[in-house]
Structures are given as C-alpha cells and as structure tokens.
C-alpha cells in the first residue's frame, strides 16, 4: 500500500528552524520525484520544493530557496524538508507528495504531477 506519512510540524518562533520528515511505503518508496507543498489558511496548496530519486536534482519555488533545503534518504525512504528562518507567513499545513506515472513534461510544481499525498503536518510560526 502506498503511503506517505509527515511528521515535525509544531508551533515555533519567528527566526526559528524546523525540520520536517516524511516516511514513504509501498509505491512510493520508488517515486520518480518527491515533493513539498503548503497551503496557507485562506489560500491555495503551494508548491515548495521537489526532489529527483535517481540524481537528487532539486526544484525550489521563489518562496523556499534560499532558506528552505530539501533532501531525501532513499535508504529509509524518507523525505525531509530543513526549514531556516522561518517567519509568521510561513504557517500553513505542509505535505509532501510522490510521483507515479510520470508524464513526458514533466513540471515539478504542478500538483496534478503527483499521486500519492500525505496527510498534512501543521506548522505554525509565531511573531
């Protein structure tokens, strides 16, 4: 069975780091690509970061370089997400996603890439 579960959300102060884990099963543990999202109270589901299996190429949206790093131990399989200086914009619900089928044009930040969803990890940044 297929499944993604998140884990490290909590609530944190502004300037703080945090650092998020997601534990991949079944299918997922050989997506093509993992990935991260957040949606924030009120708006839409925002693409963060994603990740490459076979060479670790990474994809970072505007908001997240520069202080966000994605990684991924394909031993466990788990995916993390190291979060740096975090500010009260930054609350949202975070989740990761994996690939299945993959389509020939791929593109990293669109949602409808990815299969597989976890349940959401609630991070909230206090200023």
């Known amino acids: 069975q297929a499944q993604l579960v998140e884990t490290g959300g909590g609530l944190v102060q502004a300037g703080a780091s945090l650092s998020l884990s997601c534990a991949a099963s079944?299918?997922?543990?050989?997506?093509?690509?993992m990935a991260w999202f957040r949606r924030a109270p009120g708006q839409e589901r925002e693409f963060l970061a994603a990740?490459?299996?076979?060479?670790?190429?990474?994809y970072y949206s505007d908001s997240a370089r520069g202080r966000f790093t994605i990684s991924k131990d394909n031993a466990r399989p788990t995916l993390y997400l190291q979060m740096d200086n975090l500010r009260p914009e930054d609350t949202a619900v975070y989740y990761c996603?994996?690939?299945?089928?993959?389509?020939?044009?791929?593109?990293?930040?669109?949602?409808?890439?990815?299969?597989?969803w976890g349940q959401g990890t609630q991070v909230t940044v206090s200023s």
């Open positions: 079944g299918r997922t543990t050989r997506a093509y690509v």
């Open positions: 990740i490459r299996r076979t060479d670790g190429s990474r």
């Open positions: 996603a994996a690939t299945g089928a993959v389509s020939i044009n791929f593109t990293p930040k669109q949602q409808s890439e990815y299969t597989y």
